[in-house]
T-cell receptor
């Protein structure tokens, strides 16, 4: 069945450091891929998405590229801020499906 | 746009009791979803409504669980005869039909069964 594997956390970085959170997936066909973010005390928010191979999703300085050859959708940011501290979830959805499959989440803490 | 509201935020109940959670989606969103998130895991899909019709249910939704969306607006999720394994965060999300993956999630209801 479909599944998403994320790098285990927690991840602690200093402000302005480079961030990579790895995400790989297992799925048939051509799913859409997503990154969601959950800030403390808030609901999950869609951060970015990509719906076909080689698409790059980007938002708020975060980027992720849909790599079908490596079945990956790694999240990157060039310079993290304290306000980026949150839990990040990678997710996929099959074409025509009404549900999302989520990874287990990666907690990021950015220290000043 | 006040976002997706869930009530209560926290619920502690004794094993065997029934509980009901409420979700108020964004008013113009006709799709509504319920997910469950256990500690250290990502959210897992439970069920989905298009307006008042429940169109999809996960195998995770046992016969002790029932969800309704009577007028296509708010939704309720009821768990009968709660078990300790039901302890989790229950998340509601909504979206427009044209934005299938542009979910807006609520902050969730945390259920603890003791």
């Amino acid at each position: 069945g479909d599944s998403v594997t994320q790098m285990e956390g927690p991840v602690t970085l200093s402000e302005e450091a480079f961030l990579t959170i790895n995400c790989t997936y297992t799925a048939t066909g051509y799913p859409s891929l997503f990154w969601y973010v959950q800030y403390p005390g808030e609901g999950l928010q869609l951060l970015l998405k990509a719906t076909k191979a080689d698409d790059k999703g980007s938002n708020k300085g975060f980027e992720a590229t849909y790599r079908k050859e490596t079945t990956s959708f790694h999240l990157e940011k060039g310079s993290v801020q304290v306000s980026d501290s949150a839990v990040y979830f990678c997710a996929l959805s099959q074409t025509g499906a009404n549900n999302l499959f989520f990874g287990t989440g990666t907690r990021l803490t950015v220290i000043p | 746009d006040t976002g997706v509201s869930q009530d209560p935020r926290h619920k502690i109940t004794k094993r065997g009791q029934n509980v009901t959670f409420r979700c108020d989606p964004i008013s113009e969103h006709n799709r509504l979803y319920w997910y469950r998130q256990t500690l250290g895991q990502g959210p897992e899909f439970l069920t989905y409504f298009q307006n008042e019709a429940q169109l999809e249910k996960s195998r995770l939704l046992s016969n002790r669980f029932s969800a309704e969306r009577p007028k296509g607006s708010f939704s309720t999720l009821e768990i009968q005869r709660t078990e300790q394994g039901d302890s989790a965060m229950y998340l509601c999300a909504s979206s427009r039909t044209t934005e299938r993956y542009g979910y807006t999630f609520g902050s969730g209801t945390r259920l603890t069964v003791v």
